[in-house]
């Protein structure tokens, strides 16, 4: 709540907000000006710039075989002019065909062709590579970072970012990056070539080259400006629509979908207005590009003619020709990279939601227990204070008890008590305030991930299944189990029976597009998975909240037989579940308010 | 593959004027820009045969209109595309609106939803990329035929064949392999995207069993595969483009070696057709991106055409007075191969009263909500609204009269006053107020900076779960509807939270009918009536 309500504020000051997007903005507007996608923070913002910054630089050295070809394809396509001037100022002094030229012309042809081909390649490749890293990069630290995350966001939205926005940076790698260090090479190879054939034209070329930056600059706006206002209206038009389609069953039900129709007509029409008002002072500076490209042919060509009707000498045709056939290679790179600023905008939304995520945690030095099995598990809470969200006070608030090995403890009391945050800190999903968890005596903050992972197993309110097959689903305790040891496991879950009657038995998909299971059912494979895992201690958080009162009879069943020789605990606030046998901790805000042995 | 392209080109009718206009003022762009460039050449041949005086002037005007042009192409061409692509987006809502409450939104999730509205977003570029580059092209074959032709007949023939094979086959080729490799690239992305949902979904499956490396491991072989798939098409296009390349540069060849006949109008030849093929060259890409639009045109056809699930009868009844909700004898399923979700339920709920329907999930709890809405029709036996059978009165009419809360109830990326008066859209001030304190939100939205101004945020992502879960039901409390249902409202929502939830639920709506559809029950709920669903039956149960 707190964070809603800043960026809530941040929302309405309206100076943090780009001066283009400003014009879009508008506050009283009923529809459409959604002000969020401006809204960020100021430093997701620069932190966003400065990655930006730092992923072209690195981008920039990944770039260098794309911009390798792009330097041959330039020096053939010089080669190419050249030709060509000699074979048309061949024809004109009446000379034989200069076949040497020609042929040079065909050669360089293909090999240009060829560069093109391996300069899409070299391009795909850096996007690929940059996609792969980043990928993994951001997919590592939401894995590290941990169920904690899934408290304030949502996992498809965590999905998206590991999916569509690495996806988004594509282009960035592959075109924005190549593009702008090709920019200033690609032009400056071809001056150098106009200097060899004239060097007068050179300097109009450079005079008009210039003029380009210049102009842009005089203009105040920049090529961005249009890329980005077209692309932010864009942004603002789709995100408002997909809004109004995940919610069109909430405006059917209420009769509006006629309304609703009507005001998104409305409102695009509003958005078009505004954008191209915009767009008409944007556009200008696409004018200077245009403008310097038209103005260095015009004056090139007027020239050429005026000197060659003067002297009528064919020497000058040779230069001629060459730098107007090269007049619009000069100007090519310019147009590609202002072509590809769409994709630097792409890239931007992109890396703000990259920055968000959490950075990757220093490895902590940690400690092994050792001597588990052979004595059982002992889990001791000391003092333990935890704090989620001051608003809302301590979780646990000096909490003391201690499980001895292979009894049972019920932690029960309403919810709020404290009870999940005692499993969680057990599972190391998150670590105490102050205070000592102890497991077997050592403190669980000290422990490896992976090591306290051997030592539990832990089944919750709802079991997530992954898409592929129950066998798939059960071996993910322990991928490396038998068959025999997946069927024992499942047959001990009472599992048996229900995967007689699948199409496919163990094999049967389920998840999304497979076979769906009922809440008990998914349950029952969170139990397969905990018996063949096979762990020491067995932690229980709710796990039959969301089962009706026959089938929670069920699973507490073989939640028994599972529980049998291990320790356990089990937090729920249900009435059924507190006949599960063990003592019983009752819990209120965070502290143990009595502790007896239940029936 | 071009079908479902022009039934949605078909659907721009209305800007007809402005597209054509957009086309007239780009094909003027581009003939000014090949104009300049092979009167450039021109220049250079004419001035030593000491003609062509006029040509400084043809070529500032040409550089001028080329200018001028361009702009106004810039500007016109946007506007278009912005009036083309809000009518796609009308009009696909409307459909989807028809159809939409049975399947579409009311159970399925809504990233199917979303994947639709990127397809619409995929047909924004139809205009802008495909088409003014298509037609461009269509006009540049026979104007350059035309002039080549001129002088020498064989050349024009020749290279009129390369444009043609550069301009239109090799695209079309393009298309026809993108169209092809994007059903891989859907199901390789698709893979991607559920593999990536797992390791999400279930991080702490993840972590309590250190699944860590093997969750990444799985992602990154999805990620491979899919970008082995994008390299084969990129691969492909590329090669699209050398070829299409090559074409233009063997027009120029053509060219050269005919220079010896008429070397003025060769070298004005030389870049009229090296101008003519660089404007074409990006069709190739094009025809790839076609592949794609054709691809995403058809899914999104398919969600508009689907029927209407329950049409209104042709002759309505009047609409009844009382507001009693009864079932009998339904007989129901989803789809004729599925099983039967009710055999024969027979449940009365009277005016006024305050139900609980109890029931394990797939009992088909929703399933009734959906019947009462006339979302979908029984197969058999009747739904009556105060005694009168729904089948006989329009849907519109039957859901002013239920308000309805469920898991899929959607809090809109806009203010919270706009949220509200969606379902009432006349309501007044004092009456938004009551409702919002009827739902025990009122003190929270008075203590925020913009009151009922402030934005929900995306699927009310500004509010915590229980505050949205509220704001919502102040929009169903405003409503006027008599009879409330309240499908599962604390799906989601922590166990103190839901207790707080149904607590404000029982303080509210006196006089209303309320359902409530619940898996079952916290104990706070204060309910008269409580029935039981099993076996496609409801059953009266102790409350």
């Known amino acids: ?599 | 593959m071009g079908g479902p392209l022009f039934r949605i080109m078909g659907l721009w009718g209305r800007q007809t004027g402005w597209l054509l206009a957009g086309l007239g003022v780009s094909l003027a762009a581009l003939a000014a820009g090949v104009g300049l460039m092979a009167v450039s050449g021109l220049a250079v041949g004419a001035a030593l045969l000491a003609s062509g005086l006029a040509i400084p002037a043809l070529l500032r005007a040409l550089g001028m209109a080329r200018v001028v042009l361009r702009y106004s192409e810039r500007l016109v061409t946007h506007g278009a595309m912005f009036r083309a692509l809000a009518d796609i987006r009308v009009w696909f809502f409307s459909r989807l609106a028809r159809s939409s409450a049975g399947g579409l939104g009311f159970r399925q999730a809504g990233d199917v939803l979303a994947r639709l509205v990127g397809d619409i977003d995929a047909l924004d570029g139809l205009y802008l990329r495909i088409l003014l580059p298509l037609a461009s092209a269509v006009l540049l074959l026979p104007v350059l035929v035309l002039l080549l032709g001129h002088s020498s007949p064989g050349l024009a023939t020749e290279i009129g064949a390369l444009f043609a094979a550069a301009a239109f086959v090799l695209p079309w080729l393009a298309a026809r392999a993108s169209g092809r490799a994007g059903t891989g690239l859907a199901v390789e992305a698709g893979a991607l995207r559920v593999a990536a949902l797992d390791a999400l979904t279930g991080l702490r499956e993840v972590r309590a069993f250190a699944a860590e490396g093997r969750m990444l491991a799985a992602v990154q072989g999805k990620e491979a595969a899919l970008l082995a798939a994008q390299q084969a098409m990129a691969g492909r296009t590329a090669l699209a483009g050398a070829a299409s390349f090559l074409c233009a540069q063997i027009a120029v060849l053509a060219v050269l070696i005919d220079a010896g006949a008429s070397p003025a109008a060769s070298i004005a030849a030389a870049f009229l057709v090296l101008a003519a093929f660089e404007a074409v060259g990006g069709l190739t890409r094009a025809g790839a991106l076609a592949g794609h639009a054709s691809a995403a045109a058809r899914r999104v056809l398919e969600a508009a055409d689907a029927p209407v699930p329950v049409p209104d009868p042709a002759d309505p009844a009047a609409m009844p007075v009382a507001a009693g909700l009864s079932f009998e004898g339904v007989e129901f399923r989803w789809l004729p191969d599925r099983p039967m979700v009710f055999e024969s339920l027979t449940l009365e709920i009277p005016q006024g009263a305050r139900v609980a329907l109890l029931g394990p999930s797939g009992s088909g709890k929703s399933t009734l909500a959906a019947l009462a809405l006339k979302v979908v029709a029984p197969r058999s036996g009747h739904v009556l609204l105060g005694g009168v059978d729904i089948a006989t009165l329009p849907a519109a009419l039957v859901r002013a009269r239920i308000g309805w809360l469920g898991q899929a109830t959607h809090l809109f990326d806009d203010t919270i006053r706009e949220n509200l008066l969606l379902a009432d859209p006349d309501a007044d001030e004092p009456a938004l107020w009551a409702a919002l304190d009827a739902a025990r939100v009122g003190e929270m939205v008075r203590a925020l900076p913009d009151g009922m101004d402030t934005w929900v945020g995306e699927g009310g992502t500004r509010f915590s779960g229980g505050q949205g879960r509220r704001l919502a039901l102040a929009r169903a409390l405003l409503s006027p509807a008599p009879i409330l249902i309240l499908d599962e409202p604390c799906a989601g929502l922590d166990a103190e939270t839901e207790r707080a939830f149904l607590e404000t639920l029982n303080e509210t709506a006196p006089g209303r009918t309320v359902i409530l559809i619940t898996h079952r029950l916290t104990g706070v709920e204060r309910l008269d009536r409580i029935f039981r669903l099993s076996g496609g039956k409801a059953v009266a149960a102790a409350g």
């Open chain 1, 1 to 599: 709540m707190d964070g809603a309500l800043s960026r809530t504020m941040t929302m309405n000051v309206r100076d943090d907000v780009h001066p283009i997007a400003r014009g879009l903005y508008c506050p009283s507007q009923r529809s459409w000006f959604n002000p969020i996608p401006m809204a960020k923070a100021e430093s997701t913002q620069a932190a966003a710039r400065s990655w930006l910054r730092r992923e072209q630089r690195a981008g920039t050295k990944a770039a260098r075989p794309v911009l390798m070809w792009h330097v041959l394809g330039s020096i053939a396509a010089i080669g190419q002019a050249f030709a060509a001037a000699s074979v048309l100022t061949a024809a004109f002094t009446g000379s034989l065909l200069d076949a040497r030229a020609l042929a040079a012309f065909g050669a360089l042809a293909v090999l240009r062709a060829v560069f093109s081909y391996l300069t899409e390649r070299a391009a795909f490749a850096a996007g690929a590579a940059a996609r792969r890293r980043l990928r993994t990069d951001a997919l590592s630290r939401l894995l590290q970072a941990g169920p904690a995350l899934l408290r304030g966001r949502h996992s498809g939205d965590l999905a998206t970012i590991v999916v569509d926005k690495i996806e988004a940076l594509d282009g960035l790698f592959s075109r924005y990056v190549p593009a702008a260090t090709f920019a200033v090479a690609g032009p400056s190879i071809v001056l150098l070539a106009v200097l060899y054939a004239d060097p007068r034209a050179a300097l109009v070329l450079l005079g008009c080259g210039l003029l380009v930056p210049v102009g842009m600059a005089i203009a105040g706006i920049g090529a961005a400006a249009a890329s980005r206002n077209q692309f932010l209206a864009m942004a603002r038009l789709q995100a408002r629509f997909l809004d109004r389609v995940r919610g069109i069953a909430t405006i059917v039900l209420y009769g509006r979908a006629e309304d609703e129709a009507a005001s998104l007509g409305r409102a695009a029409a509003e958005l078009r207005v505004r954008t191209m008002r915009v767009l008409r002072v944007a556009f200008l500076s696409s004018v200077v590009l245009d403008l310097s490209a038209a103005l260095a042919t015009v004056l090139l060509a007027i020239h050429y003619f005026g000197l060659l009707q003067q002297s009528g000498d064919v020497d000058v045709l040779w230069p001629a020709l060459a730098v107007l056939l090269l007049t619009p290679e000069f100007f090519a790179p310019l147009r590609t990279f202002s072509a590809a600023y769409q994709d630097r905008l792409h890239a931007t939304g992109a890396a703000e939601s990259l920055v968000d995520l959490p950075p990757l945690p220093e490895p902590a030095p940690a400690r092994e227990i050792r001597n588990v099995a052979a004595q059982g598990m002992t889990v001791a809470f000391d003092n333990v204070r935890l704090t989620w969200d001051t608003s809302r006070g301590p979780a646990l608030d000096g909490l003391s008890f201690r499980v001895s090995a292979g009894e049972t403890l019920v932690l029960a009391g309403p919810s709020g008590s404290g009870k999940s945050s005692v499993i969680e800190i057990l599972l190391g999903f998150i670590h105490p305030d102050s205070g000592r968890a102890t497991i077997n005596g050592a403190d669980i903050t000290d422990l490896v991930p992976q090591a306290l992972s051997r030592l539990t197993a832990w089944i919750g309110q709802r079991p997530v299944l992954f898409s592929g097959s129950i066998r798939d689903n059960i071996l993910f305790a322990r991928p490396e189990a038998t068959t025999d040891e997946v069927i024992a496991a499942a047959t001990a879950a009472r599992l048996d029976g229900f995967i007689a009657g699948l199409p496919a038995g163990l094999d049967t998909k389920i998840g999304e597009g497979g076979y769906g299971l009922s809440g008990g059912q998914a349950q029952r494979i969170a139990i397969a998975r905990a018996y063949l895992k096979n762990a020491p201690l067995l932690l229980l958080d709710e796990p039959t909240a969301h089962l009706d009162p026959a089938t929670e009879q069920e699973v507490l069943d073989s939640l028994r037989r599972l529980a049998l020789g291990r320790t356990v605990i089990l937090a729920s606030h249900s009435s059924a579940a507190h006949g599960f046998g063990g003592r019983r901790l009752d819990m209120r805000d965070g502290k143990a308010v009595s502790a007896r042995g239940a029936a």
